[in-house]
């Protein structure tokens, strides 16, 4: 067990529908990170968050956004979904966000967009 | 930015044979190379890294080697058992600034009893 909770594990949803995928970081890491997986694009960075900041923004979609609370757990929403919005999404964690870290990953949360 | 491949896709050995993933990057900054293990239902695990600082690095079966020279790096598993199956993934980093590793495609390890 990482340490890093992600829920929930499965979404169905409709295309044109908001969603909202939720992680709760390992006790005392400060950084969140966004994953989407798929078949075709392997791993791909998408937002990282350090104590309530973005730090770092890859290839994220404008109809996604996220969010750290005080609390430091971290949401993730996707609005106006398309059928290639289906992927796994993880969430990871780390201690810091300064310097090469150890990344914690969740165990994802399946999205089907159907 | 960073381009990091990985190869092979899949990679199929039996019980006891050794097995061997190599991964390419572009960037010559980079500096700090993690793999990861992802087994079915979970997420990416982190099992070793290596950085730029030295040429191989082990971990009981494991093992990974770096050539800067020719930006590549690979992982070794000797001995290989069947909870050695899982989907490997490498991945390249800068120290310093945001870490942002830049991962692999990945490779589908079976090990056959």
């Known amino acids: 067990d990482s340490g890093v909770t992600q829920t929930p594990k499965h979404l169905i949803t409709a295309t044109g529908q908001r969603v909202t995928l939720r992680c709760s970081p390992r006790?005392?890491?400060?950084?969140v990170y966004w994953y989407q997986q798929s078949l075709d694009q392997g791993l791909q960075f998408l937002i990282q968050?350090?104590?309530?900041?973005?730090?770092a923004k890859g290839n994220i979609l404008e109809r996604f956004s996220a969010q750290q609370f005080p609390d430091l757990h971290s949401e993730l929403n996707l609005s106006s979904l398309e059928l290639g919005d289906s992927a796994l999404y993880f969430c990871?964690?780390?201690?810091?966000?300064?310097?090469?870290?150890?990344?914690?990953f969740g165990s994802g949360t399946q999205l089907s967009v159907l | 930015g960073e381009n990091v491949e990985q190869h092979p896709s899949t990679l199929s050995v039996q019980e006891g044979d050794s097995a061997v993933i190599k991964c390419t990057y572009s960037d010559s900054a980079s500096n700090y190379f993690p793999w990861y293990k992802q087994e079915l239902g979970k997420g990416p695990q982190l099992i070793i890294d290596?950085?730029?600082?030295?040429g191989e690095k082990k971990d009981q079966r494991i093992a990974v080697t770096l050539n800067k020279t020719a930006k590549h790096f690979s992982l070794h598993i000797t001995e290989t058992q069947p909870e050695d199956s899982a989907v490997y993934f490498c991945?390249?980093?800068?120290?310093?600034?945001?870490?942002?590793?830049?991962f692999g495609r990945g490779t589908s390890l079976i090990v056959h009893p």
């Open positions: 991945a390249a980093s800068q120290e310093g600034g945001s870490y942002i590793p830049t």
């Open positions: 990871a964690s780390s201690a810091g966000g300064g310097t090469n870290e150890k990344l914690f």
């Open positions: 968050y350090y104590n309530g900041e973005e730090r």
């Open positions: 006790s005392g890491d400060l950084s």
């Open positions: 290596i950085r730029s600082n030295v």
